[in-house]
């Protein structure tokens, strides 16, 4: 990480995706950015006017027509001096026109640098900060939404209700150690303040985590033996023909992914080869792949042919041994081709597992594998509060909570005031973790640089 406030270079990037397009962006910051706006288009633009210009090379020759916005600092996205040029979308138009402001003094801007220009100018915090990266890739309106509550602040305004929660309780307890000769009172108004904070943070950890579900989707994973009816299931699921069908075993080899949207929930589902002893080298290397796909499931589908009189029902702790999954990957029983018999679509529970009979070549029973997918997930029909969070931000959150767990245990059972104080403070350090005030180097530099160059 090597950004810092009161950067003494100016970057310059294309800000418009790659390709022909009607318009073209080149996006400029840092203190060289009005001297290259005066040597670039004859004279300074007005401030916050979107201004119709002449870009010029350096021997007089106009390179674009296009609008400018100049933008003084502080009040800018960055928070320093930044100029925009509007024009058209040709690579080779927009490369003269980077060209010609790299002359002029600029660098080439790292991957999410005038967004990290931001964070490091107070501009927004780092939840804000990521917010921004996860609107430009929201892959739903759902996502949308929550990646825009996030940038405007609402997840940031959350996390510092709960800093000031833990500080009100730091100070109730820390005049405990300065004062010794004071009782510490532990009745009923701190025991609500505890039940308030535990509240708010049960509550803003559900709001993120679905965020993130909305941020990251869900990936479920179709498994079982060969012609049990899997890539039937996939095509039904996805509505299209990813999958090839036919009637010899083992036609799939290779893992095949599609995504879709189910109610604003991403749902990435993965077709996997059948599970049997393979019969040549490429369907022995498609099981492994299977095999590889489950360990990243969030769900798993066993599809098996209802026809049978299987002893996959029977017996599915042998098939999740065997398939060695990860602890904690819930299994949904499918028994596929209800067609062929006399069994109607249905969903039931039996010894905490979950069968849902269905036919994948009419459809039948298919809404209800959808909706308990949805249900599996923790998903509802409407995204409500959720907030735009990433798998960090749910950690940090969980090592919050857990501190204030151990400081009221401590306090309770030993009535050490010191070590109380001391989880409170690892709980809001963990907080800031969320927010920027407390984060490494390496952990923006890992966070920027994910970003698309020219955000």
């Not at 049960?202 to 994973?221: C, H, K, N, Q």
């Amino acid at each position: 990480m090597t950004g810092s406030p009161g950067q003494t270079d100016t970057i310059v990037a294309i800000a418009s995706p790659p390709g022909r397009g009607a318009v073209g962006i080149v996006r400029i910051s840092g203190p060289r950015t009005a001297a290259i706006a005066q040597a670039m288009l004859g004279a300074l633009p007005p401030s916050r006017l979107a201004t119709l210009t002449k870009i010029r090379d350096a021997d007089g020759t106009v390179l674009d027509l296009a609008l400018a916005l100049f933008f003084p600092e502080p009040k800018s996205f960055t928070g320093e001096t930044v100029l925009e040029l509007q024009g058209h979308g040709g690579p080779v138009v927009l490369d003269r026109v980077l060209a010609r402001v790299l002359a002029l003094g600029a660098r080439p801007a790292r991957p999410g640098e005038f967004t990290e220009r931001a964070f490091l100018n107070g501009k927004m915090d780092l939840a804000q900060a990521e917010a921004v990266a996860d609107l430009i890739d929201a892959g739903t309106a759902a996502a949308a939404r929550a990646a825009m509550r996030s940038l405007q602040g609402d997840f940031s305004v959350r996390i510092r209700g709960l800093l000031a929660q833990l500080t009100d309780l730091r100070v109730h307890v820390e005049a405990a150690i300065d004062f010794p000769e004071e009782d510490l009172d532990l009745g009923t108004g701190f025991g609500q303040r505890l039940k308030g904070l535990f509240a708010a943070f049960d509550s803003i950890t559900a709001a993120a985590r679905l965020g993130t579900l909305l941020r990251e989707g869900y990936t479920v994973v179709i498994v079982g033996k060969p012609n049990a009816g899997k890539s039937s299931l996939i095509n039904r699921l996805v509505e299209d023909e990813v999958a090839i069908v036919t009637e010899l075993p083992g036609t799939t080899r290779d893992v095949l992914r599609h995504s879709v949207n189910l109610d604003g929930l991403q749902i990435h589902f993965s077709d996997t080869a059948g599970l049997r002893i393979a019969t040549d080298i490429a369907e022995e290397e498609g099981i492994r792949r299977a095999k590889v796909e489950i360990q990243r499931a969030d769900h798993l589908l066993y599809v098996t042919d209802a026809t049978h009189d299987s002893a996959e029902r029977e017996d599915p702790i042998h098939i999740t041994e065997q398939l060695s999954l990860p602890q904690g990957i819930p299994v949904t029983w499918v028994m596929n081709k209800i067609d062929l018999t006399a069994r109607a679509a249905n969903k039931e529970e039996h010894e905490g597992r979950w069968y849902i009979h269905l036919s994948a070549q009419t459809g039948s029973g298919i809404d209800l594998l959808r909706s308990h997918l949805k249900s599996a997930a923790g998903y509802g029909d409407a995204e409500g509060g959720a907030l735009s969070a990433r798998r960090r931000h749910l950690d940090a959150l969980g090592r919050a909570a857990a501190a204030v767990r151990r400081a009221t245990a401590t306090l309770r059972d030993s009535r050490a005031v010191e070590l109380f104080a001391e989880e409170l403070r690892l709980a809001q350090n963990a907080l800031g973790e969320i927010t920027g005030e407390l984060s490494s180097d390496d952990l923006l530099g890992e966070i920027f640089g994910s970003f698309c160059i020219g955000k």
